[in-house]
């Protein structure tokens, strides 16, 4: 199983970016995907999951109606975009994903958000 991130850089307060993530190595269409954030000094918080249609969708209240998670099972990509950026927002993001063959979560290297004027 392999996740890999990309998208993350340092952007201004309300602004805008996308993270994506590129899987591998597992079954992709079949699987829930999650992405989560660590922010500096902080524990790892769930920020948004996508079912394996990609029919549901469900946010965390700290994101909600600013941040869009979706994928493309073609592609084995899920995305993140986020709008409306703060300072709040600053952490390492994570894709993720439970497997249930090895019934354990397996995380990519994080990709790095910084919202700083």
């Known amino acids: 199983v392999q996740l890999v991130e990309s998208g993350g850089g340092l952007v201004q307060p309300g602004g805008s970016l996308t993270l994506s993530c590129l899987a591998s190595g597992f079954p992709f269409s079949s699987n829930a995907m999650n992405w989560y954030r660590q922010a500096p000094g902080k524990g790892r918080d769930w920020v948004a999951t996508?079912?394996?249609?990609?029919?549901?969708?469900n946010y965390a209240d700290s994101v909600k109606g600013r941040f869009t998670i979706s994928r493309d099972n073609r592609k084995q990509t899920v995305d993140l975009s986020m709008n409306s950026l703060n300072p709040e927002d600053t952490a390492v993001y994570y894709c993720?994903?439970?497997?249930?063959?090895?019934?354990?979560?397996?995380w990519g290297q994080g990709t790095q958000v910084t919202v700083s004027s």
């Open positions: 993720n994903v439970f497997y249930w063959r090895y019934e354990r979560d397996f």
């Open positions: 996508i079912t394996s249609d990609g029919g549901t969708t």
